[in-house]
């Protein structure tokens, strides 16, 4: 079983910043891209950021400039941080996470649970 744990969302004025951090516990093997999407309300869930196991990223044009994922293997965690925050920023974050549990197994998508920021004054 995988467990992803995600932490540091709140509450933040426009143009402020926050650090989202998502830690992969359980049987883990291997983990190949992890990921932030988002849903707002009323509206579908859209990709943020991923970066892959060699640490290739790629963003949503939205956040282009603003936020930064990164990765710390070791410990299985991938984190975004967000800077010049603006209300549409407004969501609940979701991390994303291929993982392989054991040496012989398929890879499987697995999510957290959600932390909701939000960007109001």
């Known amino acids: 079983q995988v467990q992803l744990v995600e932490s540091g969302g709140g509450l933040v004025q426009p143009g402020g910043s926050l650090r989202l951090s998502c830690a992969a516990s359980g049987s883990i093997f291997s983990i190949n891209d992890m990921g932030w999407y988002r849903r707002a309300p009323e509206k579908e869930r859209e990709l943020v950021a991923v970066?892959?196991?060699?640490?290739?990223?790629n963003y949503a044009g939205s956040v282009k400039g603003r936020f930064t994922i990164s990765r710390d293997n070791a410990k299985n965690t991938v984190y975004l941080q967000m800077n010049s925050l603006k209300p549409e920023d407004t969501a609940v974050y979701y991390c994303?996470?291929?993982?392989?549990?054991?040496?012989?197994?398929?890879?499987?998508?697995?999510w957290g649970q959600g932390t909701q920021v939000t960007v109001s004054s």
């Open positions: 994303n996470a291929g993982v392989r549990p054991f040496w012989n197994s398929a890879v499987s998508d697995y």
């Open positions: 970066i892959t196991g060699g640490s290739n990223t």
